[in-house]
């Protein structure tokens, strides 16, 4: 190569030559592949430009140098501008080939749900966990003993007419209340004792509002000065956490062979508060729960002294509350394991 | 317990309405679980005084006038045969609401509105009624039951509502009784809570009687089991009139459902619901030998009760007998040998004590109850019984309807019938409660309750009734002073005094929650089964006879036949489970359980039983398979951090060969299968099922607490992916274990393709795993890896034959 005009001829044939290459082109892929071919260092018009500098003397060496680059720039500059060019369609067309029906249903991802049982029972030991409850959970078979004797129900106390009991032998049955879980805490352990004990009962009854199996959970506390008072803080507090802000108790006198005095726990009613609706029979009070002060017999046949320490108790029926909250009208249905109902329950 | 209010009345003062009388007896322990006015379906009903009255020619009817008072003179046309002018009679009104009859004027068929009509072509404006027709029997009021209009008394005002007139404006009260009020089974039993509850004074009733100088000679009494009758209470009257009971009397029993019989039976009725105290009285003609011996029955001993069944008795039953056989079943029902009779002359009446298990569980063996013994079984005390035989006799002198002879024997054991000292602290008292009641108030309340309260300083000296025996320590007082008080008057606190403690789940209950979880994460919702199931349940998974499965714990008294075995598995619930499911149409589903099984150590049990955490899985539908199933389970394994191995095995219920051992670090753990096709169509069961059960409780040593964090791998993993050929019948847990041992920095080996086809051989087949290689604390180079691969290669084509594939 003798001079620069030279070269000046070269490059401007070049440029032609690429501009009339890439009209051509259609396509950024065809785009791709002409300029591997223009800027291959061996083959390539503008990429062999460089390996011809040795034969370009030295004093025109600078000069060439540049123009070459500014070939270089300009070629690259217009490969990017065609590439981008067609990109652009390219995406446009596949965007648009790509287009859906985002109101066709979604791809099932299938979560299941826990009983409501669970929820409510987790509720309910979330509730008295954080009030320092600790959870303890019994067998259901259980003796006679712990069942009925040590609750302060001996074998000719009428109050074992109350529930109907299934015996498995002359000394064992199917519990049935949790507060036989009562006794193994008192026995084991010595006050300070919180603790709520949930788990399965049996009653021989089975009719369109009973189930022979269902859930209670029973909570004890024993501790120095603990009273009535206190049963009726704590459970207010309960009720207020489960049912809602504003709710709140009504104790009347009952009996339970195991407390003394025993109450009936009623809840305002969180439906209509108080006015009277259908769920609370126009009374305004729901029945939730049976509670009462510790009988000192049972702290007794404990080896725990009443004169020091004393005691509330309190049974709560989880499907009870399960139904009065989800509005589930048969108890039954909580036990057949209906797809219908375990997956309508989201908690 | 129903209780008239009127009945209630003759005892305690009551000058509320009935709704503050129930909202009173609410707050004092009684519940009014239901209260209705006698005459509650019976409206706009007045005395009509009839003017004129014509027969209307060729008809048993008349046409009357007659005064309705307010309502005027109404023309009314009556088919009754007594209707006459001048007399008085019920008048329904237009709009009355009254009882239709059948055709025999007798039958009660629901209730009816008056309205304007027309007989005969008459008009006819309201109904002049019978004594059925506005809800009245011949026991409620006299001349009630005839067959045509009721004739009311000729001082009835015109027009006045004709409910008080009746009795018709009456109230019943049905009251729930606690079991620790066995004194309150009685109308003025409540009479008494009410005096307290209103403060107002409580009339007894009479007791008085004289006794003539009649004596039967001779007579005596035996008690052989005085443990279980402590007081026996026998009295002679003679020169008996059996007649029907006076009105009064027969108006009470019918008030609260009872048929009135006769005088002396009605006497025992009217007891038995005024105090509480069940009597008896034997016709004295029919007892033999001029005694009464009360004994436990002999083994197979029998009796004939009033209801002329035969009963077989036993040592556990106890009888009176005569001399020589037994006449009554004790607190239960009398004898037939013995019942009064319209002939009766003389009888011996009986008030007793008999102890309240003995009744009860006499009367549940023997399936006979009766008002006496449920009474009984509820437990009846001795100052009652004593009472309750000096009512008696009052009432044979106040019916005129026998002599009252001194021929009285009291055999009992010592229990005392006056009142007994309790002392408490009112201090104790008010620490039960949580609040200082006022002392005046304490005393008042006590005072109501017939307890003579004496305070000094602290102390407070009782005289407790011998009727509340319920009454022993400080926490009673406590309980009757706020009940009396208004619990109202309890204010919330928040233990004030009692020590912080931490509470919250334990470990295995938050795993479990965890577990719980994970399977709902995994689509499977949570079920609950009941704790039992049917003996056919073991047949459904066609358990063998000697399967420890079977050794399962009855339930002696089970409702029924499918719910008398305690669980020893899952599996039997969960496919019925999917069964009902599928049957409503249901085609798709995961369910799972977490329960106990019961696992007896010997039966009939002598100790505990083991009650072992169990999880089973159910899924069923289209798209599932063995191995989406085998992924739920997985899900606990991973839960749980730990790994589970499957080995093929069989079941009888499960797929011959879709059926797999669960194993963990080599202890067998459970099992999981396709429930096998015979089954699914026995149950009409519509899609493929599986189920998988896992013994929760073995894992137990796997629950961890706190987990610590594992700082990543400081150089990149290398992974190769390594596809060999094999024979046919080589699994893939055997290569994947063997590729695991090859080499100890492998963290995860992955099946990611099966292939079996003609190019490999008939008997071949090839599986392609990737394999990760984590490094350790130093850099893993290509080659190292290359020499750990090769080591494997060599291993796999000693033990297996297994080849690279090219």
Not at chain 1, 252 to 267: G, K, L
Not at chain 2, 225 to 248: E, L, T
Not at chain 2, 302 to 309: A, F, R, S
């Amino acid at each position: 190569m003798a001079d620069l005009n030279e070269l000046s001829e070269k490059l401007s044939s070049i440029k032609a030559e690429i501009k009339a290459e890439l009209e051509k082109k259609e396509t950024s892929k065809s785009v791709f592949e002409y300029r591997k071919t223009i800027f291959d260092s061996k083959t390539g018009k503008i990429g062999s430009l460089m390996r011809e500098m040795g034969k370009i003397p030295n004093e025109m060496k600078a000069e060439y140098g540049k123009r070459v680059n500014e070939m270089k720039a300009w070629a690259q500059d217009m490969f990017e501008e065609m590439d981008e060019k067609f990109r652009k369609e390219e995406m446009k067309h596949r965007y648009e080939s790509e287009k859906l029906d985002v109101t066709m249903p979604a791809r099932e991802i299938k979560i299941g749900y826990l009983h409501p049982n669970t929820l409510i029972r987790n509720r309910i030991v979330d509730i008295f966990g954080s009030m320092g409850f600790e959870i303890y959970e019994g067998t259901e078979i259980e003796t006679d003993y712990y069942n009925f004797t040590a609750l302060n129900t001996p074998d000719d106390h009428p109050a074992r007419d109350m529930q109907d009991t299934f015996y498995l032998s002359d000394k064992f049955l199917l519990r049935t209340q949790t507060s036989a879980g009562q006794i193994h805490v008192m026995e084991a352990k010595k006050p300070p004792i919180k603790i709520i004990s949930p788990g399965k009962v049996f009653r021989s009854d089975d009719d369109a509002t009973h189930s022979p199996m269902f859930s209670q959970m029973e909570g004890l506390v024993v501790d120095k000065g603990i009273t009535l008072c206190d049963l009726k803080g704590m459970l207010d507090e309960f009720v207020r956490r489960i049912f809602g802000e504003g709710t709140s108790t009504r104790l009347r006198p009952s009996y339970f062979p195991f407390t003394e005095p025993s109450v009936e726990v009623d809840v305002s009613c969180f439906q209509c508060h108080g006015k009277g609706c259908k769920l609370c029979k126009g009374t305004g009070w729901i029945e939730v729960l049976g509670a009462g002060v510790v009988n000192k017999k049972v702290l007794e046949g404990c080896g725990i002294d009443p004169d020091v320490y004393s005691g509330f108790a309190f049974g709560i029926g989880i499907e009870r509350i399960a139904m009065l909250k989800y509005g589930i009208n048969n108890i039954k249905l909580l036990f057949e394991s209906d797809l219908r109902v375990l997956e309508q329950i989201r908690e | 317990m129903l209780v008239p209010l009127s009945w209630l009345k003759e005892y305690v003062d009551i000058n509320i309405s009935v709704d503050e009388l129930e909202e009173k007896l609410f707050s004092c322990g009684f519940e009014v679980e239901e209260k209705y006015e006698v005459g509650h379906d019976i409206s706009k009903v007045v005395v009509g005084y009839v003017e004129e009255c014509e027969p209307i020619p060729d008809t048993h009817l008349h046409l009357c006038k007659v005064n309705a008072g307010e309502a005027g003179v109404l023309q009314i046309c009556c088919g009754a045969d007594n209707v006459r002018a001048g007399g008085k009679f019920p008048l329904a009104l237009i709009g009355a609401t009254v009882y239709a009859t059948a055709k025999d004027h007798k039958t009660v068929e629901g209730v009816m509105t008056i309205g304007q009509g027309k007989l005969r072509g008459y008009d006819s404006f309201g109904m002049l009624c019978s004594g059925v027709e506005i809800g009245l029997t011949e026991d409620m009021y006299e001349g009630a039951g005839y067959n045509g209009l009721l004739v009311l008394p000729d001082d009835a005002v015109t027009g006045a509502d004709v409910k008080p007139i009746v009795g018709l404006d009456d109230w019943i009260f049905d009251i729930a009784i606690t079991a620790n009020r066995p004194d309150c089974q009685s109308i003025f039993g409540i009479a008494r809570e009410v005096a307290a509850v209103l403060g107002t004074k409580l009339h007894e009733p009479a007791l008085d009687y004289t006794e003539t100088e009649v004596k039967k000679e001779g007579f005596a009494v035996k008690v052989a089991a005085p443990d279980i009758c402590p007081r026996y209470i026998g009295h002679y009257v003679y020169d008996v009139k059996i007649a029907p009971s006076p009105a009064w009397m027969r108006r009470r029993l019918a008030l609260i459902g009872q048929t009135p019989i006769s005088n002396l039976v009605d006497i025992t009725n009217y007891i038995l619901n005024e105090l509480g105290q069940p009597m008896h009285a034997f016709d004295y003609a029919y007892l033999e030998g001029d005694q009464i011996n009360v004994r436990r029955a002999e083994d197979g001993e029998k009796i004939v009760t009033l209801d002329e069944k035969e009963l077989t008795l036993n040592s556990s039953n106890l009888v009176i007998c005569d001399g020589v056989k037994p006449v009554a079943l004790a607190g239960i029902m009398g004898g037939l040998n013995s019942e009064i009779l319209d002939s009766t002359t003389e009888v011996l009446f009986e008030a007793a004590k008999f102890a309240r298990d003995n009744i009860r569980k006499s009367s549940r063996a023997l399936g006979k109850a009766s008002d006496s013994s449920a009474r009984f079984s509820k437990g009846v005390d001795e100052y009652t019984t004593v009472m309750a035989m000096k009512r008696a006799l009052h009432l044979i002198e106040e019916l005129d309807c026998g002599k009252v002879s001194s021929t009285h024997v009291d055999t009992n054991t010592g229990n005392t019938i006056e009142a007994s000292e309790l002392k408490v602290s009112v201090n104790k008292v008010n620490g039960v409660l949580g609040i200082t009641v006022p002392t005046d108030d304490i005393l008042r309340i006590l005072k109501g309750l017939a307890f003579d309260p004496v305070l000094e300083g602290d102390e407070l000296t009782l005289r407790v009734p011998a009727y509340r025996e319920d009454m022993e320590s400080y926490q009673d007082v406590a309980e009757e002073v706020i009940r009396m008080y208004g619990y109202d008057h309890v204010k919330g606190t928040f233990m004030p005094t009692a020590e912080v403690t931490l509470g919250g789940y334990n470990l295995e209950q938050k795993t479990e929650l965890k577990i719980k979880r994970a399977l709902c994460a995994a689509g499977a919702s949570e079920g609950v089964h009941y704790s039992f199931f049917s003996p056919s349940s073991l047949d459904l998974i066609g358990l063998p006879e000697d399967a420890w499965e079977r050794k399962a714990i009855r339930i002696m008294n089970p409702i029924n036949e499918d719910l008398s075995l305690m669980r020893t598995t899952l599996a039997p619930q969960m496919i019925q489970a999917m069964q009902r499911n599928q049957k409503k149409g249901i085609l798709e589903g995961r369910i799972y359980e977490l329960g106990n099984i019961f696992v007896p150590g010997s039966l009939p049990l002598t100790e505990y039983p083991e009650e072992l955490e169990t999880i089973c899985i159910g899924c069923f539908g289209e798209d599932e398979d063995f191995f989406s199933v085998k992924g739920v389970v997985e899900v606990v394994a991973d839960t749980l951090g730990t790994e589970f191995e499957y080995e093929a095995s069989q079941k009888p219920f499960l797929h011959p060969y879709r059926t797999a051992k669960i194993l963990c670090n080599g202890e067998e753990v459970g099992y999981m299968g396709q429930i096998k096709y015979e089954l699914i169509d026995e149950l009409d069961m519509r899609v493929d099922s599986f189920i998988a059960q896992i013994d929760l409780y073995k894992l137990k040593k796997y629950y961890a607490g706190e987990q610590t964090f594992i700082p990543l791998p400081r150089f990149p993993e290398e992974k190769r992916d390594l596809c060999f050929v094999m024979d046919k019948n080589i699994t893939c847990a055997q290569i994947e274990k063997e590729i695991k041992n090859s080499c100890e920095l492998i963290t995860d080996v992955k099946l990611f393709d099966v292939y079996e086809g003609m190019q490999l051989g008939m008997d071949k087949k090839s599986m392609a795993f990737t394999v990760v290689y984590t490094p350790g604390e130093e850099e893993l180079t290509s080659d190292k890896v290359d020499g750990y691969v090769s080591g494997l290669l060599e291993t796999l084509k000693d033990k297996y034959g297994a080849v690279l594939r090219s």
